[in-house]
Every structure is written in C-alpha cells, then in structure tokens.
C-alpha cells in the first residue's frame, strides 16, 4: 500500500476495502434471506467507483444491479458486467434502443413512453422489459395509484412489452416512530393485489432499501434493493424514547479518506490564518498544512468546525478551507512531521470520523459527504 501512495504525486487518495465490501454483502444476504439482492450503485457506486464495485460484487453472485442512468448502465456493459441493469431514474429522452442492444431494464412511472417502446420493439423484433414504479407516498417519480388500472389497459394494447417488475419507494424507512412506512407498505401490497385482479403478475416485485432490510420491515416482496449498507452506513434509526434498537449485524465503512502533511510551521498566539483570517491563533501553535480541500470533497463548510486523524489523535482544522489546501493544529500531537498519514474520513487504532459525524456537522446526509469525493482524489482499491 504504501509503494502505491508513495508515487501518487498529490498525496491525497481514498482507500476502498473490497473485502469490508464483500462481508457487508455477505451481512445483506443473510438479512435479506430468500429474497434476491439488488446492488444500487448509482453516482458512481455512491463515490466510491461504480465499475471496481460492481465488479466485486458480481463476483459475489448479486442478482441486479440499479443505476440512476443509461450513462451509469452503459459504464457497467462496457467493463463486462453481465447482471440485469434497472435504470431506476427511467430512460428520459435517450434512444429505447439502448434497452435492447446493452439489455437494460427501464422503469416507467406513467404511460408516456409506452408507444414509444413498442415501436422500437416491433422494430428490432425484441421485447423490451420494464418495472412498473407506483408512488405509495414519496412523491416523486412513480404511477399515481389512481391510475394502475388505465396503465395496465393502455399496456395491453401494445405488442413487444413485458411487465416484469413492480416497485416503490420508500420516503423514511429508519423512521420507527412515524407511521408513514406502514402507510406506504399498505399502499403498495393493495396496488400490487389490484395488478393481480388486472391478471398481471410481475416476476420481480421489490419494496426493501436499506432501512428497512435493517430494521426487519416486511413487505410482499422477493427483491431488496441496497445501496449505502453495501458501504458501511445508512440513514441513524428513529426509534421511540426507551425504545431498544433492532438487532442487526454491524457494517464496515468501507471508504478511508487520506492525505499526508506537506508543510509545518509555528506560529505565534495571534496569527490569523487561511482566506479572510477565518481563524486566529490563541496561543503559540503548530499548524500543518495538508494538500486537500473542498474540490476534493472536504466541505468549506467545515472550516474551523471539523476533524482529521493524525497520528491516532483528533486535529482540528483551522482557517478556512480552501479549493486545494487545509490547515490542521497539531499543537497538541507531539511529533507530527511532513509526510504524516492524516486521516478525513475513516478510522485509526484509536478513533474514527464517519460520514454520518461529517453529514450531522453540515445538516446534510452521510450520502452527500461520500458523493461529494472529487474526481480527481485517486481510488486504490485494497483487499
């Protein structure tokens, strides 16, 4: 590992553990039962590298994979992923020949594009499959409930299609407290008894995201789709006061954010440091300088506010975060000298800083923190 990062000629990298990886899939299979399993690796397998994720799990023997776009699924034919591809975002204006030349599954939330994938169906004489997505609640995409009985008339009119899937999406699964999962589940299991009655029975029918495979939710479903427990988080539970969390196995982040000190300096009590003398030194201190900052995804929002890892122990970082370089005060972490490993996101021997912390420090979610990782920080993976 480290000949690999000794020639990187920025010393700021992520780490990825394929290992971690497959023992969180191991953890979802086992939660997730007979039920399939669909790996939902959409915006670049949520920053941590869609093709060297997926190929892993492949590996694993995962059922499907869920993308947002055709740019995302195309990615995954070209680097030989073999698994079906849901397009959970739809097809929006790309040509429905993409779905039969790179095999992609659609979904569809309305009748729009239905004529539209019957002609090129009967043009390249092939059915196209797609998943039917009903909004029981979230209230974006989906078919309104209302409207199930004239969708399925309008798709029996048409040749070359095929109904295969049926789905919805879950608004607050880690919510334990609020009723409106319980509401959705019943919204979808009478929608999904309505497409019965139609005659219309789905091979693939899936509600599950990660909240809800961790929180034991039960659902009429053979499909979970999962994203972020695949990487170690999901969403912190909500549970009643005095209430005692679901039991559920632990899962490993499996993304560590690193860079290294290039530049030491002391400084006497006074010295304002970074853009607009954001920060202002109390007393005499060390400060190192380390080559990240928000083009990389350490949020300028975290400007006097958050944390590094440096040599096991907490640095604050001071000063305002600027495009390509922060500042840490080592004052207190005797020994600290360029080249030192410094850790963003991740976990030492003796202490972690997780996305959830980071996500909590900016009201945002821990998704956005791992999303927000630049192109241009280097993924090594390690196994």
Same mark, same amino acid.
């Given at each position: 590992?480290?000949?690999?990062?000794?020639?990187?000629?920025?010393?700021?990298?992520?780490?990825?553990?394929?290992?971690?990886?497959?023992?969180?899939?191991?953890?979802?299979?086992?939660?997730?039962?007979?039920?399939?399993?669909?790996?939902?690796?959409?915006?670049?397998?949520?920053?941590?590298?869609?093709?060297?994720?997926?190929?892993?799990?492949?590996?694993?023997?995962?059922?499907?994979?869920?993308?947002? /776009?055709?740019?995302?699924?195309?990615?995954?034919?070209?680097?030989?992923?073999?698994?079906?591809?849901?397009?959970?975002?739809?097809?929006?204006?790309?040509?429905?020949?993409?779905?039969?030349?790179?095999?992609? /599954?659609?979904?569809?939330?309305?009748?729009?594009?239905?004529?539209?994938?019957?002609?090129?169906?009967?043009?390249?004489?092939?059915?196209?499959?797609?998943?039917?997505?009903?909004?029981?609640?979230?209230?974006?995409?989906?078919?309104?409930?209302?409207?199930?009985?004239?969708?399925?008339?309008?798709?029996?009119?048409?040749?070359?299609?095929?109904?295969?899937?049926?789905? /919805?999406?879950?608004?607050?699964?880690?919510?334990?407290?609020?009723?409106?999962?319980?509401?959705?589940?019943?919204?979808?299991?009478?929608?999904?008894?309505?497409?019965?009655?139609?005659?219309?029975?789905?091979?693939?029918?899936?509600?599950?995201?990660?909240?809800?495979?961790?929180?034991?939710?039960?659902?009429?479903?053979?499909?979970?789709?999962?994203?972020?427990?695949?990487?170690?988080?999901?969403?912190?539970?909500?549970?009643?006061?005095?209430?005692?969390?679901?039991?559920?196995?632990?899962?490993?982040?499996?993304?560590?954010?690193?860079?290294?000190?290039?530049?030491?300096?002391?400084?006497?009590?006074?010295?304002?440091?970074?853009?607009?003398?954001?920060?202002?030194?109390?007393?005499?201190?060390?400060?190192?300088?380390?080559?990240?900052?928000?083009?990389?995804?350490?949020?300028?929002?975290?400007?006097?506010?958050?944390?590094?890892?440096?040599?096991?122990?907490?640095?604050?970082?001071?000063?305002?975060?600027?495009?390509?370089?922060?500042?840490?005060?080592?004052?207190?972490?005797?020994?600290?000298?360029?080249?030192?490993?410094?850790?963003?996101?991740?976990?030492?021997?003796?202490?972690?800083?997780?996305?959830?912390?980071?996500?909590?420090?900016?009201?945002?979610?821990?998704?956005?923190?791992?999303?927000?990782?630049?192109?241009?920080?280097?993924?090594?993976?390690?196994?």
């Amino acid at each position: 590992m480290d000949r690999v990062t000794d020639k990187l000629l920025r010393p700021t990298w992520v780490e990825i553990s394929l290992s971690k990886l497959r023992r969180n899939y191991q953890r979802i299979r086992n939660l997730a039962g007979a039920r399939r399993v669909m790996a939902v690796i959409k915006a670049d397998a949520y920053g941590h590298g869609a093709v060297p994720v997926a190929r892993c799990l492949a590996g694993c023997g995962v059922d499907w994979f869920g993308v947002a /776009t055709v740019e995302e699924a195309l990615e995954l034919r070209a680097a030989g992923i073999e698994q079906p591809v849901l397009l959970l975002g739809g097809l929006y204006m790309s040509d429905p020949a993409h779905l039969i030349e790179y095999r992609l /599954t659609p979904s569809l939330s309305s009748t729009m594009r239905l004529d539209t994938y019957a002609e090129c169906a009967h043009r390249y004489r092939r059915p196209i499959e797609f998943h039917l997505k009903v909004d029981s609640g979230l209230g974006r995409l989906g078919l309104p409930l209302d409207r199930l009985t004239a969708f399925v008339e309008h798709y029996r009119e048409l040749a070359g299609l095929q109904l295969k899937g049926f789905f /919805t999406h879950l608004a607050s699964a880690e919510d334990l407290v609020a009723s409106q999962t319980d509401e959705q589940g019943q919204r979808f299991a009478s929608a999904l008894e309505q497409l019965r009655r139609l005659e219309v029975e789905p091979a693939w029918i899936h509600v599950s995201n990660s909240a809800a495979l961790l929180t034991g939710r039960k659902f009429p479903e053979n499909l979970v789709r999962i994203g972020a427990l695949l990487f170690g988080y999901c969403m912190p539970l909500v549970v009643s006061p005095g209430q005692e969390l679901p039991q559920a196995p632990e899962f490993e982040p499996i993304l560590t954010f690193k860079s290294r000190v290039v530049y030491m300096k002391d400084v006497p009590s006074g010295t304002p440091l970074g853009y607009g003398a954001a920060f202002h030194a109390r007393r005499p201190s060390r400060i190192a300088t380390v080559p990240v900052g928000y083009a990389d995804g350490l949020s300028h929002a975290l400007s006097n506010r958050g944390y590094a890892i440096v040599r096991g122990r907490r640095a604050r970082i001071v000063g305002s975060i600027s495009m390509d370089l922060s500042l840490l005060d080592v004052t207190d972490i005797p020994g600290t000298n360029i080249g030192d490993e410094i850790i963003l996101m991740g976990q030492s021997d003796h202490c972690s800083i997780t996305a959830i912390e980071i996500a909590q420090l900016l009201d945002t979610v821990p998704y956005e923190v791992l999303c927000s990782i630049g192109k241009r920080v280097p993924r090594i993976y390690v196994d």
